[in-house]
């Protein structure tokens, strides 16, 4: 256990529907990642923030993606009108500003099934 | 560019075989980061090792070592004595904040390890 917490676990939905997936970082980590891993693929980068400011978004964060990290706590990340192509793992990483070596921490991840 | 290459996609071995992991990368500064991580079917991320560019020195854990060499961007991954437990998908990440202008991971395509008892 890394201390990295996400929920839900794994979630089904059928293709439409809004789907809401959350983090709970270390609470001393000031900086959060979202990935995305596909069947038989690398995690992707898909945004970052430092405390609550989101500072990066990748282009594979369609627009029917947002994610938000409401007082630099908790993150959470929504998909809007799901496709069956957003059927991933999402992963959730915490890092602290200036740690020496920028070791990410990760959480078990969401499992997302779009039917 | 950033690029991380894992060209072995999948490796198996009989128990007590030693394997290596192949990771070549590509960045254009002098100063990044190397990670390996392992992950197991339940799917979380395992951290094994990092590593910054400036230190060059080879490690040991137990049955776990890594070759890091800057001249050919190579850092490798060898467990001796293979355990079915080794078992897992492992993954190579580079983090290059000068270029990227933050620390996310940019992963290879993960090698499959299965050890066959």
């Known amino acids: 256990d890394t201390g990295v917490s996400q929920d839900p676990r794994h979630k089904i939905t059928k293709r439409g529907q809004n789907v809401t997936f959350r983090c709970d970082p270390i609470s001393e980590h000031n900086r959060l990642y979202w990935y995305r891993q596909t069947l038989g693929q690398g995690p992707e980068f898909l945004t970052y923030f430092q405390n609550e400011a989101q500072l990066e978004k990748s282009r594979l964060l369609s627009d029917r993606f947002s994610a938000e990290r409401p007082k630099g706590s908790f993150s959470t990340l929504e998909i809007q009108r799901t496709e069956q192509g957003d059927s991933a793992m999402y992963l959730c990483?915490?890092?602290?500003?200036?740690?020496?070596?920028?070791?990410?921490?990760f959480g078990p991840g969401t499992r997302l099934t779009v039917l | 560019a950033q690029k991380v290459t894992q060209a072995q996609t999948e490796i198996s071995v009989v128990e007590k075989e030693d394997v290596t992991l192949d990771c070549v990368y590509e960045t254009r500064d002098t100063t990044y980061y190397l990670f390996w991580y392992k992950q197991p079917p339940s799917g979380e991320l395992v951290f094994l090792i990092r590593r910054n560019s400036f230190d060059e020195q080879n490690e040991i854990s137990g049955r776990y070592s890594w070759n890091f060499q800057k001249s050919t961007s190579s850092f490798n991954f060898t467990i001796t004595a293979s355990q079915v437990v080794d078992s897992a998908v492992y993954f190579c990440a580079l983090s290059d904040p000068a270029s990227s202008g933050t620390y996310k991971y940019i992963f290879g395509t993960g090698t499959r390890l299965k050890v066959l008892a």
């Open positions: 990483a915490s890092h602290r500003q200036a740690s020496s070596y920028n070791e990410q921490f």
